[in-house]
């Protein structure tokens, strides 16, 4: 699938980023090496991207905990995000503000991205083993945003939880909404989680599911993303915002991607509030295979071009009419689909 085509200002302005990043990449090195001549830095070791903050990156050792430094990035390196493995050398004195240098990115076991407003992957957090889609009442949540966030963590490979926040909002004129739309993904095979920062119910749970392994909380704004982090982890202090009172949309308030060591056992990558997770990147055989349940029924309609609304010999009406497929991810892919075809006409 083709990317996006650029008109004059967005060519300038893509021009003038790189040449900002390549000014920015000389800096780095420039300070890199100065800290190598001078002698400041100690023994080689690996360790963890806590946080970046664009020029300069947050690294903790992965033998000491409680060595912790900003680092100038080698200009030579890979991309770096919040929960790469590092090769690094700590400062050993205060000069150049302290800074620790990082050489070299060790190997992803694997890696969320989304898409940018060009259409290229960007990658947003590293090595996850868990995608904690966050939903609340406020705002409201819809099947085809939940499902586009399972379709992304599904072409990843990275396994995901639904976790509904802030229940105590639940009332009698939500909560059947919220019930029928959660109800289909127990079955296939998402685990749904129920909690409460402000009454703590469902925290227990939560925090035994998060004890092995890193963790990343995704989901729109306002749904409470932040609020989690400070009530699973206080001394996290992340900022929190509250909804805006005309549109019960979130304020976004957290800047950059953040890890935390979670005092019951695991990790987790805070991430900046998304809206919508693009999926105009993707390809519909790829979309396809994003809905799970389809799996077993891709490839065996009787046209090869089919678009599954109506042919005849179509294995995915077939099995939405045996049941195997239900009416509402039917409805959900097809909206997705479409939204690729009218993303990808610009």
Known sequence: MSKRKLNRRQQWRVAKIQQEREARARKREESAEQALDDGQLGQEQTGLVIANYGTQILVESESDASLRQRCHMRANIDTLVTGDRVAWRPATSDSDGGYGVVGARLPRNSELQRPDRYGDLKTVAANIDRIVIVIAPYPEPFANAIDRYLV????????????????????????????????????????????????????????????????????????????????????????????????LKGTHTTTAAELFHLPSGGDLIDSPGIREFGLWHMEEAALLEGFVEFRPFIGHCRFRDCNHQGEPGCAIREALANGDISERRMNSFLHLRNSLESENKF
């Open 152 to 247: 992304a963590a599904e072409t990843t490979g990275i396994a995901p939880i639904l976790l509904l926040n802030k229940i105590d909002l639940i009332d009698d004129g939500n909560r059947q909404a919220l019930d029928t739309l959660l109800a289909p993904y127990p079955d296939l095979g998402y685990p749904v989680l129920r909690l409460s920062t402000k009454t703590g119910e469902g925290l227990p749970q939560l925090l035994e599911t998060l004890a092995k392994g890193s963790s990343v909380f995704v989901g729109q704004s306002g749904v409470g993303k932040s609020s989690l982090v400070n009530a699973l982890l206080p001394s996290a202090g992340a900022r929190t915002g509250a909804l805006s009172e005309a549109t």
